[in-house]
């Protein structure tokens, strides 16, 4: 049978946010790149399967990445000295305008598809530029990468250099429509997503038009969602009639449900750090997916998002590494700075909210944002086989550890960057 196997190891998952689930010594079982389930002994309809027998290492989900940006890869841990918008324009744009040359997208996305296969991560939502054939290239190299992602050609007609804006709304559509033709049945693990870059760079003929492609194709949708003070500040500029950001976006029906046709628009957000009660009743009904980002909230001085009240509330979360606003690629980090994060907004912010646990947070990282690509994040019976192995016996200890102290030890310690041992997407090992 076509990737199937079975690993054998300490497995550890989180199949509900609330506690982990641990197994040790366990064997998973994949079949066809999807996973029957942990056993403690191997049944016998599956004793034939080949085994990796990774003795007393870790056996997690592979993380999932729900926000990235590619081509900011490149300048990754410099810049954080200012907020979101004055940084956009004085790094992020002048960077992304080099991805015209083809050259330099390919030496720039190779370290970055390089780097992300060698992570944790298995499954990613990224963006690239508004360069047609630099995302086309970037998306030939996630596929040949084996990781399952979803890209984005970013589209932009306003507020930012000549260079990097697209000429008109017309541009703009045609590029996108061309772009999505050459892709869409090109790849096996690598998909187009609508990308608009956010309502700041989009003038309102090129939302209606997106709209268009959106519902010609039926392809999901990323952006960016009330970040910071003053971006919100300039949407509300530059859209007066709309009540809140969120709506900006709703009215074009890109922001989860399209209530028109009575179709679901598969959308994430990235931050929604301010979201007002309107809109983040908004998201719940649509079923817009929230990318939370704490290392860029913080970095870029935005603020902190209200995690749990969207947790209470029952919204779709999942963790971004939104390189490079946030500085690492780790998804490790995310869920600690995601913890961290909560324990600020509950005592600086509102004392009502908890603070998010491990097991939490964890979640997020795994089977919260991946439900955007489907039963994924989970060793469930019937979810996607996605796995990464970590070695542990890197992380010197004089204490008998029981397996959560070992999980949890793992991610606060890095060990993804560490003593990353293998790692396997839909059933295919890529490590």
Not at 274 to 284: A, G, K, N, P, R
Not at 381 to 392: H, K, R, S
């Amino acid at each position: 049978m076509h990737n199937s196997f079975i690993i054998k190891g300490n497995v550890c998952q989180t199949i509900n946010p609330k506690e982990l689930d641990l197994h040790e010594n366990a064997f998973v079982i994949c079949v066809n790149g999807v996973s029957k389930g942990i056993f403690n002994t191997i049944p016998d309809e599956f004793k034939n399967l080949p085994i990796y027998d990774y003795g007393d290492a870790l056996i997690f989900p592979g993380m999932i990445d729900m926000h990235v940006h590619a081509p900011q890869f490149a300048f990754r841990g410099t810049s954080m000295d200012l907020e979101l918008m004055d940084w956009l324009n004085r790094y992020t744009f002048p960077e992304e305008e080099k991805y015209e040359d083809l050259e330099y997208a390919k030496k720039a996305y190779d370290m970055f598809v390089k780097a992300l296969k060698e992570s944790a991560t298995t499954r990613s939502v990224i963006f690239a530029t508004r360069h047609r054939y630099a995302t086309e290239l970037l998306m030939e190299l996630m596929e040949a990468s084996g990781l399952i992602s979803y890209v984005g050609k970013v589209n932009m007609d306003r507020e930012a250099s000549d260079n990097l804006t697209e000429k008109n709304a017309d541009v703009s559509a045609y590029t996108t429509f061309g772009w999505i033709n050459a892709v869409k049945d090109k790849f096996t693990r690598t998909k187009p997503i609508l990308t608009p870059r956010f309502i700041p760079c989009c003038t309102d003929k090129l939302m209606e038009e997106l709209r268009e492609i959106q519902m010609a194709y039926g392809i999901p949708v990323q952006s960016h969602l009330s970040e910071s003070k003053g971006e919100i500040d300039f949407v509300k500029f530059l859209r007066p009639k709309n009540s809140f950001y969120g709506d900006s976006y709703n009215e074009y029906d890109l922001f989860g449900k399209n209530d028109d046709i009575g179709v679901d628009v598969k959308t994430v957000m990235a931050h929604c750090v301010w979201s007002t009660d309107e809109e983040v009743e908004l998201m719940h009904k649509n079923g817009v997916f929230v990318a939370h980002c704490p290392a860029s909230n913080m970095n870029l001085t935005s603020g902190i998002a209200p995690i749990r009240k969207y947790l209470d509330l029952g919204l779709n979360v999942g963790l971004g590494s939104d390189v490079a606003g946030g500085h690492s690629l780790s998804i490790f980090r995310a869920i600690t700075d995601a913890i961290q994060s909560s324990k600020m907004y509950f005592r600086m912010v509102n004392e009502n909210y908890k603070p998010l646990v491990f097991s939490e947070s964890f979640y997020l990282a795994t089977k919260g944002g991946g439900e955007f690509f489907g039963k994924v994040g989970s060793f469930e019976d019937g979810y996607d086989f996605d796995a990464i192995v970590l070695n542990d016996n890197v992380l010197s200890h004089p204490q008998t550890l029981n397996l959560a102290e070992r999980m949890e030890r793992a991610v606060y310690l890095g060990l993804d960057e560490k003593n990353l041992t293998a790692k396997f997407v839909a059933g295919t090992k890529v490590l």
